[in-house]
């Protein structure tokens, strides 16, 4: 119900271009939600102005004014913590890089099946990196990779296919069958321009398997006595 009703409010901000008071009157979601919602949608100035004129909504192009005003500061806030956080990666150890592959297998790869390295992720970035990583650390051709991607019947699933083909910059002969399902009421919409389904990254080998998780192993039982020798 939630995903119906974000949809809803994100079309009437960027396709009827109402204000907060509008939605609110047409949706009934509390104002709180609709900020979250609609948080990267702000009014134009211009728009800002057309509801000052309109004296029965002064309050509302105040209010709307208020939140592109504190919107802008938090993007110049994010700016500066951003540039401060860059300037901390210009320079990344090997040994950095290979943590960090190491972390994101922990935290989102297959650990029970022993002959075969499987992660899935949403974020096409996540999953680029990773096989930058498997390549890089634990020598395994691009060649060898599978992917298998989970899909929505609302979806363009040509597009889609394409998408995760020249991102990944893989062949077609690398994908597996699509798994295709109805979107359930529950789940959130792939709608949004960023949401392009479910991708498994899938390389078979015991001996890579053994490798990866002996090496997370290692890592882990190294840093417990370290942290376990500090105290809070």
Known sequence: MNAKLREKAVMLRLEKRLSYSAIIQRLKVPKS????WLRDLPLSEKEILELRRSAWIRGEASRELFRNTMRKKREANERIIYLQQLAKFRKVSRQALFVAG????LGEGDKKEPSRIGIANTDPWILKFFIWWLQKFLDIPRARIRVELHLYTTMDIVEEKKFWRNYLDLSSLQF???????LRPASFSYKDSYRHGTCKVLVGGVKEKREL???IKAFSDTHNKLFSSLRV
């Open 33 to 36: 939600t609709l900020s979250y």
């Open 102 to 105: 190491l972390m994101l297998y």
């Open 176 to 182: 597996y069958k699509d798994q295709i399902r109805p």
């Open 213 to 215: 998780m002996l090496a």
